[in-house]
């Protein structure tokens, strides 16, 4: 399945000029874990995810709600998949000399355009500079895989190179027609596009496997999920900070804080809660996970979007009703909560009690909608109140109780 590889400690320095034939990492590569490019890509990426958060909140707080939704969602595959496909390929083919990081930060100047391009997308649907932004990333990654293919002598892992290549290359082309297509068609044309990047690697991989490494891909996705709900907790606060001057006490923020810091500590907590890369053993178990993630990476960054929206109608700044602006924060905490449930939870699960704990905190949180004015801070209670009942349920299990070392994290 791979090439002979050196050491992971040898892909430390890089020397000015200093080239590697690109050979495919070990997937039982011991100590393998995020580099600081991958990192600064990772952080870079955020500024696309707050943009697109930003323009979500404009779009609630007008009364916009299907249309920012759906603008959301079609911006915001762009940023995930391009960040995934980077993921995945520097997993198996990372080898951090220089042209390696030249491609990646072309990619990171990629995401920049792109970011730049998303109020455009949103107000006036106009995709241009979005695409141009895109085409750069995607470009970035077809050189990346074109040299794999170049480095590989074994025919199975050549030939699934040229596919991620080719197809790469060819959706690019695809995204570059919908610049000239009607803005009436571009919606439905990008759904085709979209359909068409996912099905890349499924006919990439279909017959031969590459060498990604279990561990470092929860690890990245982990960093990933940590970083936007950091995004989350930031536009948080400085959404309470600008409301500060237009309240006469902080009591008519405090419910909508309190609320969002307990659903994003709860969430961070449930989503870490579970060793994901134990099921990360081939594309049948990775593939789905790695695609459900648009939805916990989407939803994540909307919890904030929502607070935000939540902290504008409390104060008057978006005239929209209080069940709109909690259902803003309400709805992708649910979906947050469903899905990941679906893809970690459900399979670490010892008894049915356990295994119901996220399913029965799905609908309590969508109630929390109803409460008015306190339903954050109620949706941040249901999220605390779910995150202790997994703690205390994982403690009572036979593992907890022969188990000598640190108890379950539950959940």
Same mark, same amino acid.
């Given at each position: 399945?791979t090439?002979?590889?050196?050491?992971s400690?040898?892909?430390?320095?890089?020397g000015?000029?200093?080239?590697? !034939?690109?050979?495919?990492?070990?997937?039982? /590569?011991v100590?393998?874990?995020?580099?600081?490019?991958?990192?600064?890509?990772?952080?870079?990426?955020?500024?696309?995810?707050?943009?697109?958060?930003?323009?979500?909140?404009?779009?609630?707080? /007008?009364?916009?709600v299907?249309?920012? &939704? &759906?603008?959301?969602?079609?911006?915001f595959?762009?940023?995930?998949? %391009?960040?995934?496909?980077?993921t995945?390929?520097?997993?198996?083919?990372?080898?951090?000399?220089?042209?390696?990081r030249? +491609?990646?930060?072309?990619?990171?100047?990629?995401?920049?355009?792109? =970011?730049?391009?998303?109020?455009?997308?949103?107000?006036? *649907?106009?995709?241009?500079?979005?695409?141009i932004?895109? &085409?750069?990333? !995607?470009? %970035?990654l077809?050189?990346?895989?074109?040299?794999?293919a170049?480095?590989?002598? !074994?025919?199975?892992?050549?030939?699934?190179?040229?596919?991620?290549?080719?197809?790469?290359?060819?959706c690019?082309?695809?995204?570059?027609?919908?610049?000239?297509?009607?803005?009436?068609w571009? !919606?439905?044309?990008?759904?085709?596009?979209? =359909? +068409?990047?996912?099905l890349?690697?499924?006919?990439?991989?279909?017959?031969?496997?590459?060498?990604?490494?279990?561990?470092?891909?929860a690890?990245?996705?982990?960093?990933?999920?940590?970083?936007?709900?950091?995004?989350?907790?930031?536009?948080?606060?400085? +959404? &309470?900070?600008?409301?500060l001057?237009?309240?006469?006490?902080?009591?008519?923020?405090?419910?909508?804080a309190?609320?969002?810091?307990?659903?994003?500590?709860?969430?961070?907590?449930?989503?870490?809660?579970?060793?994901?890369?134990?099921?990360l053993?081939? *594309?049948?178990?990775?593939?789905?996970?790695?695609?459900?993630?648009f939805?916990?990476?989407?939803?994540?960054?909307?919890?904030?979007?929502?607070?935000?929206?939540?902290?504008?109608?409390?104060i008057g700044?978006?005239?929209?009703?209080?069940?709109?602006?909690?259902?803003?924060?309400?709805?992708?905490?649910a979906?947050?909560l469903?899905?990941?449930?679906?893809?970690?939870?459900?399979?670490?699960?010892?008894?049915?009690?356990?295994?119901?704990?996220?399913?029965?905190?799905?609908p =309590?949180?969508?109630?929390c909608?109803?409460?008015?004015?306190?339903?954050?801070?109620?949706?941040?209670?249901?999220?605390?109140?779910?995150?202790?009942?997994?703690?205390?349920?994982a *403690?009572?299990?036979? /593992? =907890?109780?022969?188990?000598?070392?640190?108890?379950?994290?539950?959940v």
């Open positions: 399945m090439s002979s590889t050196p050491p400690a040898s892909r430390g320095h890089v000015f000029g200093a080239m590697r !034939r690109m050979h495919a990492r070990r997937r039982d /590569e100590h393998r874990t995020a580099t600081p490019l991958e990192l600064f890509f990772d952080l870079c990426f955020v500024v696309a995810v707050g943009q697109a958060g930003l323009q979500l909140v404009h779009a609630i707080a /007008e009364n916009h299907a249309d920012g &939704v &759906v603008g959301y969602l079609y911006v595959f762009g940023i995930w998949w %391009a960040w995934m496909n980077f995945w390929f520097a997993s198996a083919y990372d080898c951090d000399d220089v042209p390696y030249i +491609a990646t930060m072309i990619a990171i100047c990629g995401v920049l355009i792109y =970011a730049a391009g998303v109020p455009r997308a949103f107000a006036d *649907n106009d995709w241009t500079i979005t695409v932004g895109y &085409v750069v990333m !995607r470009v %970035a077809t050189a990346q895989w074109l040299r794999a170049a480095s590989e002598d !074994r025919g199975p892992a050549r030939r699934t190179a040229l596919i991620y290549a080719c197809g790469v290359a060819l690019q082309l695809g995204w570059i027609t919908l610049l000239i297509a009607p803005a009436d571009r !919606r439905w044309l990008f759904l085709i596009l979209a =359909a +068409a990047e996912l890349v690697p499924v006919v990439a991989e279909s017959r031969h496997q590459t060498p990604w490494h279990p561990h470092h891909i690890e990245r996705y982990g960093l990933f999920t940590i970083i936007v709900l950091g995004e989350t907790m930031f536009a948080t606060t400085v +959404a &309470v900070q600008s409301a001057g237009d309240v006469k006490e902080f009591s008519e923020l405090a419910p909508i309190g609320g969002g810091v307990l659903i994003i500590f709860s969430a961070w907590w449930i989503y870490f809660a579970v060793p994901a890369h134990e099921r053993k081939s *594309n049948r178990e990775s593939i789905p996970w790695g695609y459900g993630h939805l916990i990476f989407a939803s994540a960054a909307a919890i904030g979007a929502g607070l935000e929206v939540a902290v504008e109608q409390s700044k978006a005239h929209i009703p209080t069940p709109t602006a909690s259902a803003a924060v309400t709805v992708p905490t979906v947050y469903l899905t990941v449930w679906f893809l970690h939870a459900r399979h670490f699960k010892e008894t049915l009690a356990q295994q119901l704990v996220l399913p029965v905190a799905v =309590a949180v969508l109630l909608t109803l409460a008015g004015h306190w339903a954050v801070l109620a949706a941040g209670l249901v999220a605390a109140a779910t995150v202790a009942t997994g703690v205390a349920l *403690n009572r299990t036979p /593992e =907890a109780k022969r188990s000598s070392g640190t108890p379950p994290s539950g």
